[in-house]
């Protein structure tokens, strides 16, 4: 896997934009503040599709990464190997330089959810999802990150702290992190604990990639909803986490309410200019692939 | 440990749960005085995945959609989504609401015949655009393919075609949503029964009415034939020949037809 590639600032890939996207190539005139594009690995889970069609277009300009909210990485009864054979079909065709998944689980006793639901911080919980994580990395064959949630729950049986448990969680499994800055801030503020220090905690070489989002408040509490502008708070967490892991490339992530793409261009631009000045900075190689393989 | 406290979990959020009972809040072990409160996340949870699955049939179900108007087929969704309950994690999400047309016919007391249909429909045209994206053959290669008689392969529909019969006429849903077909040929001349055809050409998904002798052919093609049973039906008589003639122009100009590369067992 090509992971030299993917560097700067790259944009969470969404059906509302994919035909500006090509035409954009058409035209030979495609927007060059992307520097790569995240797959919602997800969506592609099909034989077939236009949608997949134009994916291989788009991959023959932009190098990718693959996301996904349905591996079930956090279930005690293992990971969703159907969607895992997808992804591993995905992984074979479109050559990601990683792929990522969520510290959450998405289903027992073979149902599936569609959220992202919390795990309560255990021991336990951290062998799961260290074992869950090796396993699906040796059966892609292909580098896995997973990345931190919000979570609206807290369990009284939990036995450490939130950042404690993706630190134990990494370590277990020999993975690397994809660090949702939103996912902090949000949690931050309905848990009750100091963000940056939860970022001062991360050691620098688990960090591979973040992710940039919006939330909204809701009731006494926030929401990650992804359907928003990022707000001040957030970049000024982007600023802080800047500095502390410098060159990691950030992913810009809108799921709902989603604008021209001209304004995720100029969030795409402000991204850029908090975490790699301009123009964007080349990740030093050599560290991005220490970060990737342990 | 965990697994039981998933088991719970997920048990609280099926959406017939309802409020949950002291009990079954204590059996999720959630903090008490936390932001959100327990009952809170749990509603939150169990409200986005109610959304999500709306979201999901709203996608689906465009043509339902405009039949029923946005409230009443926003209605139908939440009380298919309450009574679905979670869908297995072999579907997910992508084509989540294949059940509605049963649940429907199932409960309710005089289903509108023309809303089973419409929704049959919208359950078509999903899986045929997920459905694998095979090369269709061409009129020629058809032609090259009879006169080669030492041909293994077979010839039939593509895996992405779908088709019904209904007493009920979907005509006027072909409206912007099948290319300009004028053969004759293509229109229904049974009334009281249409076949539906649902493919797939180019990445987009199409659907028309056909006429008995069309529709009598399609199915005929729904089995993987050799090129000794098509010549064999075109010896049958002067009109079954004339038909297959006109059904084979009709089929791979629309890219209803494929040659399987693998020799047949």
Redesign the interface.
């Known amino acids: 896997m090509d992971t030299s590639k993917i560097s700067g600032v790259g944009l969470g890939l969404r059906d509302e934009f994919v035909s500006e996207l090509l035409t954009s190539i058409e035209n030979g005139c495609p927007p060059n503040r992307i520097g790569w594009l995240e797959i919602l690995a ?2 592609y ?6 949608h ?2 134009r994916l291989a277009s788009l991959r023959e300009h932009w190098p990718v990464v693959l996301h996904s909210v ?1 591996l ?1 990485v956090g ?3 293992g990971p ?1 190997m ?2 895992a054979a997808q992804m591993r079909r995905l992984v074979q065709e479109f050559r990601p330089a990683w792929v990522s998944d969520h510290l959450a ?11 992202l ?1 919390p ?2 911080y ?1 021991v ?2 951290v062998e ?1 999802v260290a074992a869950n994580i090796r396993l699906l990395r040796e059966y892609l064959d292909c580098p896995f990150i997973i990345e931190n949630i919000s979570s ?6 939990s036995e450490m702290t939130e950042v404690e448990f993706l630190l134990a969680v990494v370590q277990q499994a020999g993975c690397g992190i994809l660090l949702d800055l939103n996912n902090i801030y949000v949690n931050s503020q ?3 604990y100091d963000a940056k220090k939860f970022l001062q905690q991360i050691p620098r070489e688990r960090v591979v990639q973040f992710h940039i989002a919006g939330h909204t408040s809701q ?3 926030l ?1 990650d909803t992804h359907g928003a502008a990022i707000a001040p708070d957030v970049w000024d967490l982007a600023t802080i986490a800047a500095q502390l892991f410098p060159g990691v490339p950030v992913c810009l992530e809108r799921d709902n309410d989603i604008p021209a793409l001209g304004e995720l261009l100029r969030e795409s631009e402000q991204a850029a200019d908090i975490f790699y000045g301009r123009p964007p900075r080349r990740v030093c190689l050599e560290a991005m692939e220490d970060r990737l393989c342990y | 440990m965990l697994l039981e406290l998933q088991k719970s979990f997920q048990k609280a959020l099926t959406p017939a749960a309802g409020k949950l009972s002291p009990l079954r809040m204590t059996e999720l072990n959630l903090q008490p005085h936390c932001s959100p409160s327990p009952e809170t996340a749990i509603d939150q949870y169990r409200a986005h995945f109610v959304n999500a699955y709306l979201a999901v049939l709203a996608e689906v179900y465009t043509y339902t959609g405009m039949y029923l108007g946005q409230e009443p087929f926003q209605d139908l969704c939440r009380r298919y989504i309450r009574w679905a309950g979670l869908p297995s994690d072999e579907i997910g999400s992508m084509v989540y609401g294949q059940e509605l047309e049963a649940y429907v016919r199932r409960y309710s007391k005089k289903a509108d015949p023309e809303l089973l249909e419409v929704i049959r429909l919208d359950g078509c045209i999903c899986q045929s655009f997920y459905a694998l994206d095979e090369v269709s053959v061409d009129l020629e290669k058809v032609r090259v393919w009879l006169q080669d008689s030492s041909s293994l392969q077979r010839i039939s529909l593509l895996s992405s075609l779908r088709y019904f019969t209904t007493s009920v006429d979907l005509t006027k849903y072909e409206e912007d949503a099948s290319p300009d077909l004028s053969e004759a040929s293509l229109t229904p001349d049974a009334p009281l029964k249409y076949c539906v055809v649902v493919w797939k050409k180019d990445y987009l998904v199409y659907h028309r009415c056909l006429g008995r002798e069309l529709s009598d052919l399609l199915q005929y093609f729904t089995i993987a034939r050799t090129r000794e049973e098509v010549l064999t039906h075109y010896c049958l008589s002067q009109d079954a020949a004339e038909q297959l003639q006109g059904f084979l122009t009709v089929a791979c100009d629309y890219g209803w037809l494929h040659v399987n590369e693998q020799a047949p067992l």
């Open positions: 997800d969506n889970f099909s034989q077939g599709g236009r997949l069609h349905g079930n279930s005690a009864e969703n159907q969607k689980w998405t289903g027992i006793s073979g149902k599936y959810i569609p959220d639901l795990l309560p255990t336990e919980s799961v609206y729950a807290c369990f009284q049986n309905n848990h009750g009731k006494g509490f929401l």
